[in-house]
């Protein structure tokens, strides 16, 4: 069976060029296009019958997304509950499912729907959804598809870019960098020009999706199909690269270590100790909820490079809507998904309300991406700035046990800042540990 999985998670390969047909309106969709909402899904079952449905998420402000649908829907209420972020929620959503209690609607990254469809956790939605599959590039379907088989709705893609604190590279007369070694630079310069506990920016052993998409820039490879074997190379010459820069620059104490979304964090962001931040699209949002007093003091430009004149970037997230295998009310559940990713009402709520950038083509150029972020409205063509990056992301395959990958990322990488070992030792941990789970799980390895 599993290796009849791998054979079939060949479909995640699509998440290269496709996601570049993400990017805009290539089809010559107009903001107009959005006044004709998708056709609903239909499951089996009444989707209009009353129905109670738990929503597990992180989606900043989705609470306000989703009491539209409730107003308008007061016998199919959606319940959010705000479990974990990432990966740790799908962590709990297996350990969910195995009890008995998953919930009805999953939030999941594109890199952990492997991990739910190998646990048997997500139900096959794909002719559920058949209807709705023209509202989206081809590209972004495939995110959520192995072979002919669909899994969730793409919600969102995330192309990585680099915010940066506008006022203070003004008040300490520093430069936006477009290399990575001009980034090292300016964290030496920062520790000389700005206040002691200032730094450029961190270096988080707790977010392995942030180094993945890292890494993607960087020209990595993590997982491979051949044949009917999983080749791993997650400690090739691309992440060993990015480990060890990044493990230079914090023992040299040019960067700082904590990890990302603590409260001391998210005090850093907010009072300017950090100054700088490699993040994604999505990262626009999530700077209102942790650096509300920072609103209209960032800037966002494409990510430094590894060689000067490329123009790369890769992807952290960006991810869909599923729902469980074990949903009581799955006809319901699947009219809310659609409503959710397709309708020209939730698409606007997901940009102007939660951060989003939706990955419905409709979503990617309504009016409501014509209006900037609120934390920067200093920048209005942000979106379109967003959309030229997004064409410029890699691709990349993920396996099916992301989970233990990124488990043995924030394992090995802590524990390489606590003792101050090399980075590049972590990155043979993590890939120790993943090939040794694909063998346990019964996956041939190619070697």
Known sequence: MHRRLAASLVGVVVASSALTACTASD???????????????????????PAELDFWTWTTNIEDVVAIWNEENPDQQVTVDRQAQGDELITRVLTAAQAGNDPCLIHTEYQALPVLVSNGVV???TADFEGIRDAFPEGAWGLTSFGDQTFAVPQDIAPMMLFYREDLFAQYGLEVPTTWDEFAALAAE????????????????????????????????????????????????ATTKLATYWGDLVSAGLIDD?????????????DGT?????????GAGVLEGVAPDTAGLWRAVPMPQWSEGESRTGYWGGSGTAISA?????AQAAKFVTWLNTSPEALEALVTIAGVYPAATAGQTGTALEQPPVMLPNQPDFYAQASEIAGTASGFTWGPNVNVTYQAYKDAFQAAI????????????????????LKQQGYEVAE
């Open 27 to 49: 089809d010559g969709t107009t903001p107009d296009d959005t006044s004709a909402p998708a056709e609903t899904a239909a499951a089996g079952g009444d989707a209009d019958a």
């Open 258 to 270: 904590q990890p990302m979304y603590t409260p001391e964090w998210n005090a850093a962001m907010n």
């Open 326 to 330: 074990s949903c009581e009310y799955p």
């Open 418 to 437: 606590q003792n101050g070992t090399p980075f590049a030792d972590a990155v043979t941990t993590m890939q120790e540990t993943t090939v040794a789970d």
């Open 274 to 282: 950090l100054l700088a931040w490699p993040t994604a699209v999505w």
């Open 190 to 237: 920062v520790r000389e020009k700005a206040e002691p506990d200032q730094y450029l920016a961190t270096f988080s052993s707790g977010d392995p999706g942030w180094f993945a998409g890292l890494a993607q820039q960087a020209g990595a490879e993590w997982w491979a199909p051949e044949g009917e074997a999983w080749k791993v190379g997650i400690d090739d010459e």
């Open 123 to 125: 139900a096959d939605v």
